[in-house]
Every structure is written in C-alpha cells, then in structure tokens.
C-alpha cells in the first residue's frame, strides 16, 4: 500500500461518498487510488467549480465536502469555493497535489507553497510529510473541518510521498459531544426576555447548522416573539409563521428595519454575524442583545450581548422555555410589520410586464417550487431580491452565500445540491453575469446525471454593481457594467441540454414546470427589469417607522 492509496481508505472511513476535482500529473496515485475505491470521483470543467460542489454538500449535509486539485494553477483555482465554504460556514476538505519534496528548496516548475497560500482561507491546513502521519491528518481535517464553527480545511500531498510504501489504517471517528449552556446564562436570559416589550428574535445559520428550525419555531410562539431571519438562516421558521417577518441584510431600509428601530430587546440565535453586519442593525450599540450559538459571541462594537448562552442550541432554548415568564400577544408593532411586509410581496402576484420584474419572477418561482425543493442563488442583483422575496418552509431549501458572497456558485452548487436530494426540484437561480463565470460545469451535470434548471435573469449587465454605483453617484452614473451575451438557448442545446427563452409573464410558469420536468439540464434565459432596483432604493428612502 502507498500513501495515497491510505488517503483514500482513510477518506472511505469518513463516510466520503464523492470527490469533486480535477486530474493533474501531481495527484496520479491519488486518482488511481480513488479509482480502486466506494468514492465516485467527479470530474469537473474547472477546479473552483469542484470546490462550490464540495461547498455546497458540505453546507447541505453537514459533512465536509472533498474537493482535489493538482498543483500550482489547479490549486490556485480551488482558492475562491475554498474561501467561501471557510467564511459561509461549510465544511470542506480541500486536497491538493504538489511537488515532491525534492524540489521544494529550489525554484521548480508550477511549485507554490500551498500551505502558506491556504493559510488564510481556512481553519486548518497541513502538507503530509510523511506517510505515516496520513490518518492522523485526514482525522483531524475532517474533525476540525466539521466541528462548529465548521469551515474548510486543507492537505497538501507531495507527489513522491503519495507513491511511498506505508503500513497504517484509518483512525476511529470521535463523536462531538455537545455542550450545554450554563443555569446561570439560562435564567439571566429568560429575565432579560420577560422584562422585554417589543423584542425581536434575529436568526442565522448556526441555527440552521444546529438542526434547531423546530426548537426555534416552538420558542418564538410559546412566547410570541416575532422572527427575522438572515440571507443565510432562511426557512428556520416557516415563512408561513404568523410570526414569521422574513428576511434582513438588504443593505438599504426595508421593512424589517424599522422591526429592529423599534425593539427593546434583539435575542440572536446562531446569528453569525459574517451574514449582516450587527452596525447595520444596531449603529449606537443601544439595542440590548442576547446570544444564543454553540459558541461566543464575536467581538463587536455594535454586538456587546447582555447575556451569551453559549451551548446546544435547541436545549438551551427550551430550558429558557421553562423559566420565562411572557405570555400574551406580541407587540401591534410586529403585527403591523408583518402585514405590510406579506403586502409588498403580493402585490407582485399578477403584474404582467415584460421584461419581467425581478418580484413578479421570484414570486411566480416560489409557485412552482414545493415546500421542499430546492433554490441556490448566485451573487449578483437578482441574490437581493432572492432574499427578499423567495421565502422558505423549512431549512436549507434557499442556498445563498453571504459571508464570502462569490459569484459563479450557482450552477456548480446545484449540481451537489441535486446529488444529495436526487428526488427534489432544483434551480440556480443567476445573473448572466454568474451564468458565464461557470456555465461549463453543466456539461459536468449531464453527464453525471443531476438534471436541474439553471435559471438565468438576463440584464445584459453586472446589475447589482450598477444598482450600488447609482445609489452613489446618482442615477445615470454607472460605468463598465455593461456587456454582450450569447444565445443563451443555442449555447444550452449545444451541450446536449433544453434551452428556454421567456417571451411574455405569462410564459414564466409553464416553461418553469415544463424545464423542470426534464431528465436533462435545462437553461431557461428570461429578460428581468432592473429598473425595480432604483424604484425600491427610492421607495426605501421615503420609509417612515413610526409606531
């Protein structure tokens, strides 16, 4: 047995079910090993677009993500999905190839320090020196990768190491015992909260991470607190919830603004505060905050929590259950928000203008999708109505990045998405901009066999930035935003896929569930109307929160 063939045994005792990643000539016997494995290797068109899959099993499953490069140019592509399944919460275990280290202390071809290049971007990274040390360092990447607050982590693998003889077995896998609050938190928090007026509950992935949707659930309406959710915690609490007040992280006013404007009292459960910055929401550091996560709160001037209940999340919820004293209706503040928040969005049901609105196509997508399926968001304009207005029953059904925000995540992050949940609906929803940075990896998805519709807002332009520079300069004033697209449904039936143009409003829906139907991937391009940017960054400036 060599090296690598250790690796891969020791990757089978973590449960690995796929490797996303390219070949190279420096992880040879890595992929030769692979090849003799239960590990389904998925060769991918481009190594970032291996590293978003990975990003995205990880942050669906719960269990890292393993994506494989070769060295120099292979592994610098792994670099932006690697940064953002570190700062969106995901784990992921990045292995890359290298030289072999007889090379290292002279200038060689394609050699980089790869560990000092992933020292940033990750929670831990190691190079195997030695092929004896091979489970000790999967053990720990997997463990340190997976345990909260997860994140990647990266190997690097000589390639004389990966072909040397070595004697060894795979480590036993540790369980991760939880860990509980302390009485003392438990009982300052729930005086906090029963004093409270007006409070408001802030939730987050962690909650998400923690498997704690019901607990939350149960704990806002036991004591009727309404629940705002970040891009990230969506579906902790179904968006159905009378409780429910939808999103926040807009940056511009929005409804839910004037929510914090007038709360007395914010409890954060599994807020990362990566996801919307607690300056935002909270400028003078006035609002008097609880958190509760499995770990500390973050240092921050604006988040300076009165009380941290620090431990597993669901327990510690239902243990303030049992000492809080708050009963009867919530604040007419919070009802009032929430009506005009369910207002906004409705009024969007039956507009039939064309290009579509960005309100009116979200809107009709969350007709078509079920409860759930499915709906990962690129980055651009379209992820701030996304936000906005696709609304969850329950976790993990919209995948949005907001701690590293990388555009190009989408079709890639479908793909994964579509091999964990083979039976349900799923759609990139992205921007041509996205579209275009990684549209080649659904060659990847035909052939593989994850049919899902890619779904393309069509602007002719990098919106989003568009949006910002208006906002700053003035309307008029946007400047090296614009460009030209292809066919975009020529360029999906070259591929081998179906390729849809929307024409009207009314053909959104039918081509959406005709699309969706496919046993192939299918691109849908469907003009959107970014003038509705502008309109709401006006309509967000003349917002009044008086009680």
Same mark, same amino acid.
């Given at each position: 047995?060599?090296?690598?063939?250790?690796?891969?045994?020791?990757?089978?005792?973590?449960?690995?079910?796929?490797?996303?990643?390219?070949?190279?000539?420096?992880?040879?016997?890595?992929?030769?090993?692979?090849?003799?494995?239960?590990?389904?290797?998925?060769?991918?068109?481009?190594?970032?677009?291996?590293?978003?899959?990975?990003?995205?099993?990880?942050?669906?499953?719960?269990?890292?993500?393993?994506?494989?490069?070769?060295?120099?140019?292979?592994?610098?592509?792994?670099?932006?999905?690697?940064?953002?399944?570190?700062?969106?919460?995901?784990?992921?275990?990045?292995?890359? =190839?290298?030289?072999?280290?007889?090379?290292?202390?002279?200038?060689?071809?394609?050699?980089?320090?790869?560990?000092?290049?992933?020292?940033?971007?990750?929670?831990?990274?190691?190079?195997?020196?030695?092929?004896?040390?091979?489970?000790?360092?999967?053990?720990?990447?997997?463990?340190?990768?997976?345990?909260?607050?997860? =994140?990647?982590?990266?190997?690097?693998?000589?390639?004389?190491?990966?072909?040397?003889?070595?004697?060894?077995?795979?480590?036993?896998?540790?369980?991760?015992?939880?860990?509980?609050?302390?009485?003392?938190?438990?009982?300052?928090?729930?005086?906090?909260?029963?004093?409270?007026?007006?409070?408001?509950?802030?939730?987050?992935?962690?909650?998400?991470?923690?498997?704690?949707?019901?607990?939350?659930?149960?704990?806002?309406?036991?004591?009727?607190?309404?629940?705002?959710?970040?891009?990230?915690?969506?579906?902790?609490?179904?968006?159905?919830?009378?409780?429910?007040?939808?999103?926040?992280?807009?940056?511009?006013?929005?409804?839910?603004?004037?929510?914090?404007?007038?709360?007395?009292?914010?409890?954060?459960?599994?807020?990362?505060?990566?996801?919307?910055?607690?300056?935002?929401?909270?400028?003078?550091?006035?609002?008097?905050?609880?958190?509760?996560?499995?770990?500390?709160?973050?240092?921050?001037?604006?988040?300076?929590?009165?009380?941290?209940?620090?431990?597993?999340?669901?327990?510690?919820?239902?243990?303030?259950?049992?000492?809080?004293?708050?009963?009867?209706?919530?604040?007419?503040?919070?009802?009032?928000?929430?009506?005009?928040?369910?207002?906004?969005?409705?009024?969007?049901?039956?507009?039939? =203008?064309?290009?579509?609105?960005?309100?009116?196509?979200?809107?009709?997508?969350?007709?078509?999708?079920?409860?759930?399926?499915?709906?990962?968001?690129?980055?651009?304009?379209?992820?701030?109505?996304?936000?906005?207005?696709?609304?969850?029953?329950?976790?993990?059904?919209?995948?949005?990045?907001?701690?590293?925000?990388?555009?190009?995540?989408?079709?890639?992050?479908?793909?994964?998405?579509?091999?964990?949940?083979?039976?349900?609906?799923?759609?990139?929803?992205?921007?041509?901009?996205?579209?275009?940075?990684?549209?080649?990896?659904?060659?990847?998805?035909?052939?593989? =066999?994850?049919?899902?519709?890619?779904?393309?807002?069509?602007?002719?332009?990098?919106?989003?930035?568009?949006?910002?520079?208006?906002?700053?300069?003035?309307?008029?004033?946007?400047?090296?935003?614009?460009?030209?697209?292809?066919?975009?449904?020529?360029?999906?039936?070259?591929?081998?896929?179906?390729?849809?143009?929307?024409?009207?409003?009314?053909?959104?829906?039918?081509?959406?569930?005709?699309?969706?139907?496919?046993?192939?991937?299918?691109?849908?391009?469907?003009?959107?109307?970014?003038?509705?940017?502008?309109?709401?960054?006006?309509?967000?400036?003349?917002?009044?929160?008086?009680?």
């Amino acid at each position: 047995m060599n090296t690598a063939e250790l690796l891969v045994q020791c990757l089978e005792n973590e449960d690995v079910q796929y490797v996303f990643g390219l070949p190279g000539e420096e992880n040879l016997h890595v992929l030769e090993a692979l090849k003799k494995s239960s590990i389904q290797f998925i060769t991918t068109r481009h190594e970032q677009g291996a590293a978003f899959m990975a990003d995205v099993y990880g942050r669906l499953t719960g269990k890292a993500g393993v994506c494989l490069s070769t060295l120099g140019p292979g592994a610098t592509n792994l670099m932006t999905g690697v940064a953002d399944a570190n700062l969106d919460g995901a784990p992921l275990v990045a292995i890359t =190839g290298q030289v072999g280290t007889d090379r290292m202390h002279i200038e060689s071809h394609q050699y980089l320090d790869l560990v000092a290049m992933f020292a940033p971007v990750t929670k831990w990274n190691k190079q195997i020196v030695r092929p004896s040390i091979t489970p000790e360092v999967v053990r720990k990447a997997f463990k340190r990768s997976q345990t909260e607050k997860p =994140g990647a982590v990266h190997i690097d693998l000589p390639e004389n190491i990966a072909a040397m003889p070595v004697e060894g077995k795979p480590l036993h896998r540790d369980n991760i015992e939880k860990t509980y609050a302390s009485f003392a938190s438990i009982r300052a928090a729930a005086a906090l909260i029963s004093q409270a007026i007006n409070p408001l509950i802030l939730v987050g992935n962690g909650a998400i991470r923690a498997q704690a949707s019901d607990a939350v659930t149960q704990f806002a309406t036991q004591l009727n607190i309404p629940v705002a959710n970040t891009f990230m915690g969506k579906g902790v609490i179904p968006y159905t919830h009378p409780l429910a007040l939808w999103s926040v992280g807009l940056q511009q006013r929005d409804f839910i603004t004037c929510g914090f404007d007038n709360t007395d009292l914010v409890i954060a459960i599994g807020y990362d505060l990566i996801e919307f910055s607690p300056k935002k929401w909270n400028p003078d550091s006035e609002i008097p905050i609880i958190h509760i996560a499995t770990s500390a709160a973050e240092i921050d001037s604006s988040y300076i929590p009165k009380v941290e209940v620090v431990g597993d999340i669901s327990d510690s919820l239902n243990e303030i259950l049992k000492v809080a004293d708050r009963y009867g209706k919530p604040h007419p503040y919070a009802i009032s928000l929430r009506g005009n928040i369910r207002a906004d969005y409705e009024q969007y049901a039956n507009d039939d =203008g064309f290009p579509i609105k960005p309100q009116k196509l979200i809107y009709d997508l969350r007709q078509v999708m079920g409860p759930e399926d499915i709906v990962i968001s690129d980055v651009g304009a379209h992820k701030m109505w996304i936000a906005r207005h696709y609304h969850c029953h329950s976790p993990n059904t919209c995948i949005i990045s907001n701690g590293f925000a990388a555009m190009g995540i989408a079709i890639p992050g479908a793909l994964a998405a579509k091999l964990v949940y083979p039976d349900r609906k799923v759609v990139a929803a992205t921007g041509d901009g996205g579209f275009m940075m990684n549209c080649q990896e659904l060659e990847t998805a035909l052939r593989v =066999g994850t049919p899902f519709v890619t779904l393309i807002f069509n602007d002719g332009g990098y919106g989003l930035i568009e949006w910002k520079q208006e906002n700053q300069f003035g309307k008029g004033n946007s400047s090296f935003v614009h460009f030209g697209n292809p066919d975009f449904v020529k360029l999906a039936e070259s591929m081998g896929l179906k390729g849809y143009r929307v024409e009207s409003s009314a053909d959104l829906i039918p081509v959406l569930k005709e699309a969706l139907a496919q046993d192939v991937p299918a691109v849908i391009d469907c003009p959107v109307d970014y003038r509705e940017n502008r309109r709401f960054t006006q309509k967000a400036g003349e917002l009044s929160c008086s009680v």
